[in-house]
């Protein structure tokens, strides 16, 4: 029994009129009738009798099946009320009221329109939590097709543009495999979280297009997320994708962060209600249902080299955030924006990270879904910390004195690596490049070493820009780095994410892991998974973070809130390199305090660590703050959200072994007092708590020291822009006794 729904939404107040038809399965259809359609109708009537008044339905009706006009239906005709108290006799065009009305129309479509739908399928994550449906809009099994999400997401569009054929308006509905049980541990040298669990449940639906060619869509439902991407399974053609139709449609009122869109991935999020700003924006995006605890954040996952990177763009329809392609002027022009394919292929995961903020922080879905490491062994990969001369001396490594302050500085606070960045290759004033890595490793410290990605797809002249463009200048690059005892490079000003951008990006991952040698990108792409899959990728910059102070006055103000946004943003879906803790001024001067910038030594994560202050900056500590950040993992076994809200404040604990550490900071203008609470700590365990907080003024600092464990409650009082910054250790029967 199949029904069709036609709704006419009128404003008469609005002056506007629009009508939207869907179709579905009807499971209970009245006697008598083989097919039925239904009619909504719905306008601003003050009181339910004033319908059969203004325009008797009974009476149309009749006569249009009098005269084979309509075939007939089952009428449902609201009485225009689109809030609670909505009593005839008030101001029809106040300001309340016009606001319910302009949301009516997406209730209407989402509510009752779409619980009549034909449903194919649903897939449920294995701990039931998450779920998505698989509907057709035309009703039946053929038409376009879309996923809606737990109650999250009402419409994510799907669907794909070949050159040659469409895989979206005309599919046909063929079959959806049985589910199959996803369930693989795995283990990572660095990140939020050692141990992973990829658990999923995943079912492959098949589809055939007009020209009888076929095209799966595989859906994965996680416990903390859903997951699909797209295959073909045959021909052997290269063909280009001209258009990717997956879109995710929006509930209107949902509060969103996101990021306008910039080939560095280094603006700033920006918080909003509702979609009245189109363009197109940046990944990852992140979204919460008003008056609930439902929140998903938009990513994508194993872009590889038969791909292009996508962003997000509302501009066509507000509500609406498509999957776009890259600007064909990114990269200064070069390379095409549309990728091409050869089957058999399967496209990126389409990602959505979900759940409380709890599971958006903790969650490792990116990876997850993300291809298994080509590293035969990984004991090469040593995550650690890094002392960096450019955010206070820009032009630093040309100085060969000053590399060797540095060096010093990680030799002092027991750091493993200095990098040596740009105009390194100019360097003067008492040694070369060759004497400063000689200096470096005589104090126990190894040396990294940054590169320009050029190549004409940048405009940055500086040098060494043509050492990484083929592989055999960069195998022969590598070489020449390993013999003078670097660890890894950093490479630079991508500046686009164009198909062949991707491979140059993955070229240099391959090389480098043969060479075993560590990479960092930098003006580049978010990650995408790619940590697992070379886990000598050890993070990438795509944040704007302190390197930002050097640049101009406009981050000094809006970086307390930046950085309790990007928790939930950016650095849930891999390694940022934001350069954090420093304590002194570069150029411009920042707003945040003492223990706002410690704490960021634990809330950023990263898998090379560059703390960015000059020598001065971390000498100056007191004791244990600077004990604190000589000991700070950068690398972790667990990871935890005590508590925190976007862009407002963040307390987050993160496991190394035995130990936890803590870091708290907050973006608001005046001071304010947090309890702390410890029930992420295991039962039965008492830990010594050394506290370092904010002081008097923004400068000082005051540590504090007494045992806790997972009952505890700690009172820490924070500065406007302030923090904190704990450790954790065990305390057992030999700490006792000697109290």
């Not at 009516?104 to 939590?129: C, M, T, W, Y």
């Not at 859906?219 to 859903?226: E, K, P, Q, S, V």
């Not at 909003?272 to 954040?297: H, T, V």
């Not at 936890?660 to 708590?689: C, E, H, M, S």
């Amino acid at each position: 029994m199949t029904i069709r729904i036609i709704t006419f939404l009128v404003f008469a107040f609005a002056g506007t009129r629009s009508s939207v038809q869907a179709h579905g399965e009807l499971r209970h259809a009245p006697r008598g009738f083989d097919s039925v359609h239904a009619g909504v109708a719905h306008g601003k009537i003050d009181a339910e009798e004033e319908w059969p008044a203004m325009a008797p339905p009974q009476v149309i009706l009749d006569n249009l099946y009098a005269e084979r006009k309509a075939e007939p239906m089952i009428v449902v005709m609201p009485n225009g009320r689109a809030m609670k108290d909505d009593r005839p006799g008030q101001n029809k065009f106040d300001s309340a009221k016009v606001r319910a009305f302009s949301t009516f129309g997406q209730d209407l479509l989402k509510d009752l329109i779409h619980s009549a739908v034909a449903q194919q399928l649903r897939v449920e994550s294995p701990n039931h939590k998450i779920s998505a449906g698989l509907y057709c809009v035309q009703g039946g099994d053929s038409g376009e097709w879309y996923l809606d999400m737990s109650g999250m997401i009402p419409r994510i569009s799907l669907g794909l543009v070949r050159s040659d054929q469409e895989f979206w308006k005309h599919l046909r509905f063929i079959k959806a495999e049985k589910p199959v049980q996803i369930d693989e541990q795995y283990i990572v040298p660095h990140g939020k979280r050692s141990h992973c669990h990829n658990r999923a449940t995943e079912v492959t639906v098949w589809f055939e297009n007009q020209e009888r060619s076929k095209m799966a869509v595989i859906i994965r439902a996680y416990d903390d997320g859903l997951a699909f991407r797209y295959r073909f399974p045959e021909g052997k053609d290269s063909l280009l994708i001209k258009e990717e139709m997956t879109a995710y449609t929006i509930a209107p009122g949902t509060a969103r962060w996101l990021e306008k869109w910039n080939t560095a991935n280094e603006g700033l999020y920006k918080s909003m209600q509702n979609d009245s700003i189109r363009q197109e924006w940046c990944y990852p995006a992140l979204f919460n249902i008003p008056g609930s605890d439902k929140w998903f954040l938009i990513h994508e996952a194993d872009v590889n080299r038969t791909y292009c990177g996508s962003k997000l763009s509302n501009v066509a329809d507000g509500a609406t955030y498509k999957i776009t392609f890259p600007d064909p002027g990114d990269g200064r022009g070069l390379g095409a924006s549309t990728p091409s394919i050869r089957g058999p292929w399967q496209s990126p995961w389409r990602v959505i990270i979900a759940g409380g903020l709890s599971d958006i922080v903790a969650s490792t879905l990116v990876e997850d879904v993300s291809p298994p490491s080509v590293l035969s062994r990984t004991d090469w990969v040593r995550p650690g910390l890094v002392s960096w001369n450019y955010w206070s001396h820009n032009h630093g490594t040309k100085d060969f004195k000053m590399v060797c302050a540095f060096t010093d500085l990680a030799a002092r606070m027991n750091w493993p690596y200095t990098l040596f960045d740009w105009e390194w290759d100019a360097m003067g004033n008492g040694g070369t490049v060759e004497d400063a890595a000689k200096y470096a490793l005589s104090k126990g410290v190894r040396p990294l070493i940054w590169y320009n990605s050029g190549g004409p797809h940048t405009y940055v002249p500086a040098t060494p820009r043509d050492r990484m463009l083929t592989h055999e200048s960069r195998v022969e690059e590598f070489r020449k780095l390993k013999q003078m005892g670097f660890a890894g490079v950093k490479v630079d000003f991508f500046e686009s994410e164009k198909q062949d951008m991707i491979r140059y990006y993955l070229d240099i991952l391959d090389d480098a892991a043969k060479a075993e040698m560590m990479v960092y990108f930098h003006g580049c792409l978010v990650p995408r998974g790619w940590s697992r899959t070379y886990p000598n990728l050890m993070t990438c910059e795509s944040v704007r973070g302190a390197e930002w102070y050097n640049n101009g006055p406009d981050f000094t103000m809006p970086a307390p809130e930046h950085n309790c946004t990007l928790p939930f943003t950016r650095n849930v879906v891999g390694p940022m390199d934001y350069t954090p803790v420093t304590f002194t001024n570069s150029q411009f001067p920042h707003v945040t305090s003492y223990g706002h910038e410690l704490a960021l030594s634990v809330v950023f994560e990263s898998g090379l660590q560059h703390f960015a202050d000059r020598p001065e900056g971390y000498d100056g500590l007191p004791d244990p703050a600077r004990r604190f950040l000589m000991d700070v993992p950068n690398a972790w076994d667990d990871t935890r959200l005590v508590e925190g809200y976007p862009g407002q404040d963040i307390v987050l604990a993160r496991r190394k072994g035995e130990g936890w550490w803590l870091g708290g900071i907050t973006a608001a203008q005046w001071g304010k007092t947090k309890k702390l609470n410890f029930a992420f700590l295991p039962d039965g365990v008492r830990y010594k708590l050394t506290l370092i907080a904010d002081g008097e003024h923004d400068k000082e600092l005051a540590t504090s020291y007494r045992v806790v464990d997972r009952s505890s409650e700690v009172t820490v009082k924070m500065l406007g822009r302030g923090g904190f910054a704990a450790m954790l250790a065990p305390y057992g029967q030999g700490d006792q006794k000697g109290q």
